[in-house]
């Protein structure tokens, strides 16, 4: 399995951005999929998840209202709509696919996860 993840950048508060993970290796269709973030000498935390067929979605109370998870089947990518970013949304963001259909399992049962893409966000 390979997760490629992208779309990361420098960004005003305030400001918006998207990141994208394009998957291969197995049936993307078949698996929940997830963001987690780390930013520096924190551990790694969980963003967002979105079940096998994108029609239940699960946010950490930080970004709800603010991040949306998505996912095309089509092109086998999710994606991570950050709007209204903050300074402390500063971080490497990592896609993840889940070990199954849904996305209840702990970050330490996630065998696959995306290079990460850096995320800063300045005040």
């Known amino acids: 399995v390979q997760l490629q993840a992208s779309g990361g950048g420098l960004v005003q508060a305030g400001g918006s951005l998207r990141l994208s993970c394009a998957a291969s290796?197995?049936?993307?269709?078949?698996?929940?999929m997830g963001w987690f973030r780390q930013a520096p000498g924190k551990e790694r935390e969980f963003v967002a998840a979105i079940n096998r067929s994108g029609r239940s979605t699960r946010y950490a109370d930080s970004v709800k209202g603010r991040f949306t998870i998505s996912r095309d089947h089509a092109k086998n990518t999710v994606s991570l709509q950050m709007n209204s970013l903050k300074p402390d949304d500063t971080a490497v963001y990592y896609c993840a696919q889940y070990p199954s259909v849904t996305y209840y399992y702990t970050k330490d049962q996630i065998h696959y996860w995306g290079q990460g893409t850096l995320v800063t966000v300045s005040s």
């Open positions: 290796g197995r049936t993307f269709s078949d698996y929940a």
